[in-house]
């Protein structure tokens, strides 16, 4: 156990830990062009932040009436995802220092995410975070993705934490909602910062409405181990 007694933490993957959602972005641009839909726009990706793939490409069928199915969509996309991030993928620096600072203290971490397990993998490979982050659960593996609590609650389980002990670090409303639902604290650092007054951000136990740019590691690491930051 660490020096932070029971705490794990527990890492949304995709504009929290790294900045992939530009890769996502045209992975799904280049998909929905290949099956008839033109001009997708940066404004409409927006609506997808947060949640799982699996969950976006279920919506575009319906959105725009691709009669592809869902595996698919799945398949091509991720494709074109992989090809990008085996590219460049930029780990966020203070999210690299937080994860370090809580590495030698000995908390024990995971990620979860919506992405696939393979989008996953090669991200966290390619910016050294892997070293680290051992522990990893794709929206693929459980049965429901964000807002549901499954995803943290099975990284929980992974970790033998007790779901009350965990804090989880989300960019998106739809994964501070599911922190919630599984009764874990957030720490929130909206990706889109018009969307900082979305509901699911409410519950969350501090709320960086400046996104990125006003996190720091030592910040995070003060609010971890203020005994006030308890419910």
Known sequence: ?????????????????????????????????????????????????????????????ERYGISAPVEELLAVKNRHYLELAATATRAYPQMRAFVELLAAEGVPMAVASGSSPEAIGAVLAGTGLDAHLRTVVSADEVARGKPAPDVFLEAARRLGADPADCVVIEDAAPGAAAAHAAGMRCIAIPYVAAQADAAGFATAGLLLRGGQAEFTARAAYAWLTDPTRHP
């Open 1 to 61: 156990m660490s020096i932070l007694g029971p705490l794990s933490v527990i890492f949304d993957l995709d504009g929290t830990l790294v900045d992939s959602e530009p890769h996502y972005y045209e992975a799904g641009r280049r998909t929905l062009a290949a099956y008839g839909v033109p001009d997708f726009s940066w404004a409409e990706h927006e609506r997808y932040v947060g949640i799982s793939t699996r969950e976006t490409i279920a919506d575009w069928r």
